[in-house]
């Protein structure tokens, strides 16, 4: 069994050697993923009318939905979607032609819409909306629908991010060493 990674208009995707991709994802058209990512079960990332990229150590988990705006009249370029390094994207959760920066947990079934930006260093709760165009600054906890600044994180929190992220680097090694399969 392999991952579907398929070519789109000739755009193939670019994949770093030490990538995990489950054998029940999809990765189509212009997707990049940087050193140390892993793609779990059921996860789609179709980067057919522009880009995606994810950066290095970043996870995203079962069920998750990553795509992209195609150029016209919202946007002259259309939207990409970045993801920056040790980001925990978590099950179910949609992101939609975004950009997220570094050290960011998204949580389950949460859904970022087009142009939002996520800086740094943030929690967003399972289940929370981020609406198009909107900006969560760095060092918070949102929640809700739309996605609201509850609270500064902690230390511990801050700490969590990057562990969370190592954490699915060391999974992913643990599943391409499987000799069980």
């Known amino acids: 069994m392999y991952p579907i990674i398929r070519p789109y208009q000739g755009i193939f995707p670019k994949i770093a050697d030490s990538v995990y991709l489950d054998p029940f994802c999809s990765i189509i058209g212009d997707v990049q993923l940087a050193e140390d990512v892993s793609i779990w079960p059921m996860c789609v990332l179709r980067g057919d009318v ?9 996870n995203i988990q079962d069920g998750a939905v990553l795509h992209v705006a195609r150029k016209g009249e919202a946007s002259k370029e259309g939207y990409s979607l970045y993801i920056g390094d040790d980001v925990t994207v978590g099950h179910k959760a949609m992101l939609h032609a975004c950009h997220i920066q570094d050290r960011v947990l998204i949580g389950m079934g949460a859904i970022v819409l087009d142009n939002a930006n996520i800086e740094s260093d943030v929690i967003l709760g399972a289940g929370s909306l981020v609406p198009s165009n909107k900006t969560l600054k760095s060092g918070f906890l949102y929640i809700g629908s739309p996605a609201k ?33």
């Open 149 to 181: 600044a509850i609270r500064e994180l902690t230390i511990d929190e801050l700490a969590f991010l990057k562990r969370s992220a190592m954490h699915y680097v060391k999974l992913k090694n643990d599943y391409i060493h499987d000799t069980s399969r």
């Open 50 to 58: 522009n880009t995606i990229k994810v950066g290095k150590r970043t």
